[in-house]
């Protein structure tokens, strides 16, 4: 099936679901229409380019008969002229349509989970993950996400030791991703009396939110305890016992959470963790598997890996794994991750087509 084909079968599925959208029967059974509205949202945009696809095409044809078959030479010259822009046109888009037609990961229309942990650094490292979480959440507000605080450690002197958050918007995972690693940052600290750049991390994991229908966890392997929520240096902020512990036994995983004042909405969001990191352990095995399929840099699991530096002196961002280097710090510290995050899309996506055929 050669690319056209399968452009034309899918602009078919969607005329379909188009069809089926203007049904009275299904639009009665809401939960029906709003799946087969999803779909038809998903496959707009490859109905659109197929459209124009099939447009230049056409004018491709017309002006190459054009050439064969009229004389007059300054309509010939214009001909030459439309082949040559179709051309440059139409390979600009077969390349757009072998992108939207790579096989999506499911995962990437769910909510994320983000962990930030100070690492080597002491103090600055946990003003560090502070920075990252202000940006991460900075970055959500100006995608109209939401986002919520599960669990926290603050540093002695600011920022966090770790904090655990969600972040709830359509594509959020499949957005922030490749924010998975270990970020450095190069900067005076407001401690150092001699002026001199010290150097510090803060590991960062992203993952998938998982639903019940994800991974099914027992009542009788979960493990747990409450105790009273703590603020910072450790001083208890309530006499209640509101935050809530949960040990999953089959894996020893621990998830704790405190953010709520209500022990009934801190399981609840401790459970939504828990499962999601049980659901993470299959997870990474695909994410394994696939950088074992083809040497992507962009998409590895290791998440010890360094992936980036934040430059405070020189101004500078860069990302070790794409060599790609931004002179604007503070606007990325502001939550202006739109060019890295687009960059590391670009060359995943570039990545998959070396690797993947999209079509015979």
Same mark, same amino acid.
């Given at each position: 099936m050669?690319?056209l084909?399968?452009?034309? @079968?899918l602009?078919?599925?969607?005329?379909?679901?188009?069809?089926k959208?203007?049904?009275p029967?299904?639009?009665?059974d809401?939960?029906?229409?709003i799946?087969?509205?999803?779909?038809?949202?998903?496959?707009e945009?490859?109905?659109?380019?197929?459209?124009?696809?099939?447009?230049?095409?056409?004018d491709?044809?017309?002006?190459?008969?054009?050439? $064969?078959?009229e004389?007059d +030479?300054? !309509?010939r010259?214009?001909?030459?002229a439309e082949?040559?822009?179709?051309?440059?046109?139409?390979?600009?888009?077969?390349?757009?349509?072998?992108?939207l !037609?790579?096989p999506?990961?499911?995962?990437?229309?769910?909510n994320?989970i983000?962990?930030?942990?100070?690492?080597t650094?002491?103090?600055e490292?946990?003003?560090f993950? /502070?920075?990252?979480?202000?940006m991460?959440?900075?970055?959500a507000e100006?995608?109209?996400?939401?986002y919520?605080?599960v669990?926290?450690?603050e540093?002695?002197? /600011?920022g966090?030791?770790?904090?655990?958050?969600?972040?709830?918007?359509?594509?959020?995972?499949?957005t922030?991703?490749?924010?998975?690693g270990v970020?450095?940052?190069?900067?005076?600290?407001?401690?150092e *009396?001699?002026?001199?750049i010290?150097?510090?991390?803060?590991?960062?994991?992203?993952?998938?939110e998982? @639903?019940?229908?994800?991974?099914?966890i027992?009542?009788?392997e979960i493990?747990? +305890?409450?105790?009273c929520?703590s603020?910072?240096?450790?001083?208890s902020?309530?006499t209640?016992?509101? *935050?809530?512990?949960?040990?999953h036994?089959?894996?020893?995983i621990?998830?704790s959470?405190?953010? +709520?004042?209500?022990?009934?909405?801190?399981f609840?969001k401790?459970l939504?963790i828990?499962?999601?990191?049980v659901?993470?352990?299959e997870?990474?095995?695909y994410l394994?598997?696939?950088?074992k399929?083809?040497k992507?840099?962009?998409?590895?699991? @290791?998440r010890?890996?360094?992936?980036?530096?934040?430059n405070?002196p020189?101004?500078?961002?860069?990302d070790?794994?794409?060599?790609l280097? $931004?002179?604007?710090?503070?606007?990325?510290? @502001? /939550?202006?991750?739109?060019?890295?995050?687009?960059?590391?899309?670009i *060359?995943?996506?570039a +990545?998959?087509l070396?690797?993947f055929e999209?079509y015979?």
């Open positions: 050669n690319l084909d399968k452009l034309e @079968d602009y078919k599925k969607y005329l379909a679901l188009q069809e959208l203007n049904d029967v299904i639009i009665q809401i939960k029906k229409f799946s087969i509205n999803k779909e038809y949202k998903e496959l945009p490859i109905a659109n380019a197929y459209l124009n696809y099939k447009k230049i095409l056409s491709l044809a017309a002006s190459k008969d054009i050439l $064969i078959n004389k +030479e300054e !309509l010259m214009l001909a030459r082949i040559d822009e179709l051309s440059r046109k139409k390979e600009i888009l077969e390349n757009e349509i072998k992108i !037609l790579l999506a990961d499911p995962q990437d229309k769910k994320a983000i962990e930030i942990r100070a690492g650094g002491g103090d490292a946990s003003l993950a /502070g920075d990252l979480f202000r991460y959440t900075r970055y100006k995608n109209k996400w939401k919520e605080v669990d926290f450690t540093g002695t002197k /600011g966090f030791k770790e904090i655990i958050f969600n972040i709830i918007g359509d594509h959020a995972y499949g922030l991703k490749f924010e998975s970020h450095r940052v190069q900067r005076v600290p407001e401690t *009396a001699q002026g001199r010290h150097t510090s991390a803060a590991s960062v994991v992203v993952f998938p998982a @639903d019940e229908f994800d991974v099914e027992k009542e009788n493990k747990k +305890e409450t105790f929520s603020g910072h240096g450790g001083q902020v309530n209640t016992y509101s *935050a809530v512990r949960l040990t036994i089959p894996t020893g621990v998830v959470c405190q953010d +709520e004042r209500s022990q009934i909405r801190n609840e401790a939504k828990l499962r999601s990191r659901f993470e352990l997870y990474k095995k394994d598997n696939i950088a399929q083809r992507t840099m962009v998409s590895t699991g @290791d010890s890996a360094k992936i980036r530096t934040y405070f020189q101004n500078r961002v860069t070790h794994r794409i060599g280097t $931004i002179y604007n710090l503070q606007s990325i510290m @502001d /939550g202006n991750l739109d060019e890295l995050i687009d960059a590391l899309q *060359a995943e996506n +990545e998959k070396k690797t999209i015979e």
